[in-house]
């Protein structure tokens, strides 16, 4: 007993540390490593001979239209839109501003993108995927034509004059020796807040991407960027939004949308990979069908998610969603003891989880007045250890399945165990 407390000390211990290591992952990987590349190339300036400056210029577009192109395959909407933004404000203030006849509508420009860009982004990261041509996104084209308008219209003489009396500091020492106009930088700071606590919650690629270009976005109107600079801040900002797209398309092939766990396709390459010892588990939601039937599959997904949870930091091993009600759970360079201790005390968290049936499909309740109900749920476990009988890892995950029907035998809600081919050595059982 002392033993296996010790095992849980652990693994709590094991999961703290990975949730904080996906926070600092999520606020620093892969954009702020891009932004700080991007700064040093800036300061250093590398790209001083003609023919590599005009190179340099023309990147950030280049990573902008593949950006366009990629997200529109990979039906990213809210990318695509978030390229489009920053490809309009790269232009805008590279190209544009420059040629402008006045400093008064240089500075107009300059604060107007200043002021809507961080908004776009921070709004496209509470948006959904609703299409790139679909009537959600016409009425995004729409939104950003309508921006362009609006900027243009600021920009003209007498509108400039009207709204002259608005450039003024509102917060005394906010803003000294700031390029940008204070509520200009009152929107980068909100944007960047919201979309950091977003991130620390849990990490997602697309906000990550939107926070470190907007990032950059704001070193390069901060530093008074130009030429080969500015195409490298806008380069860098691109980029970040490139990884999302490259990360989101992956999670698509190999992340489970509704529990957020590996899919099964993620469990087949991973299970190639095994040597050396290993264990690996099935667990199974018990009695999910008559569950759904009760509760509604509203409420069965919530308990999907539920149990997920629990298994998402394991520590030792790693969850994937094999099916249905069923996940997978792969522990490598683990004993069959080892794994089994850790599986008892997520069986326990699970069945002492408690959660309330929420939504409008409760078929049980839908006749009485009553906005919510309590409910649990248990899973049954089987688990198998490779014993150095050349059973492959396939193999080795159906005689961990055969091991779930034998605790499904029993009564559900236990662990049965057993080792290699033979079947000979079982864990004790324990039912709860």
Known sequence: MPRRHSKQQIDTGANAWTVLHEAAYGLVVPGGLLLVVAVVLA??????????????GYCPYVVFGAGMLLSAIFRRS??????????????????VQPELATKETRKM????????????????????????????????FAAIAAQIAVVWLLCQPAVMRVVAPLDRDFLRGLTDGSRISQPSLV??????????????RRYRPVESS???????????????????????????AGLSLMVAVVE?????AYRDELTQLPSRRALNEALLQLGGPYTVAMLDVDHFKKFNDTYG?????????????????????????????????????????????TLEYIRRTIEQSNFVVRGRDRRAVRRKRRAERETSVTVSIGVAEYA?????????????DKALYRAKAKGRNCTVATRGAKEASRVPIMVS
């Open 43 to 56: 300061r250093l300036e590398l790209f001083s001979s003609p023919t590599a400056a005009r190179i340099v």
């Open 78 to 95: 809210r990318l695509f839109f978030a390229f489009l933004a920053l490809g309009v404000a790269g232009v805008a203030l590279i190209w």
């Open 109 to 140: 420009l300059l604060d107007a993108i200043a002021l809507l860009l961080p908004l776009n982004l921070m709004t496209l990261a509470f948006l959904r995927e609703r299409g790139i041509v679909s009537a959600a996104g016409r009425r995004r």
């Open 187 to 200: 929107a980068f700071l909100i944007a960047a807040i919201v979309l950091a606590i977003s991130l620390l």
């Open 210 to 236: 939107l926070l470190w270009s907007m990032a950059a976005v704001f070193l390069a109107i901060e530093t008074k960027a130009s030429g080969t600079a500015a195409g490298v801040y806008y380069a860098a």
């Open 248 to 252: 989101t398309s992956y999670a698509m």
């Open 297 to 341: 599959h509203e409420a069965g997904d919530h308990a999907l998610r539920m149990v997920a949870s629990r298994l998402a930091h394991i520590g030792s091993g790693k969850a994937y969603r094999y099916g249905g009600e069923e996940f997978a759970i792969v522990f490598p360079g683990k004993s069959l003891a080892e794994a089994f201790a």
């Open 388 to 400: 150095g009988d050349r059973l492959r890892p396939q193999d080795l995950l159906k005689l961990a």
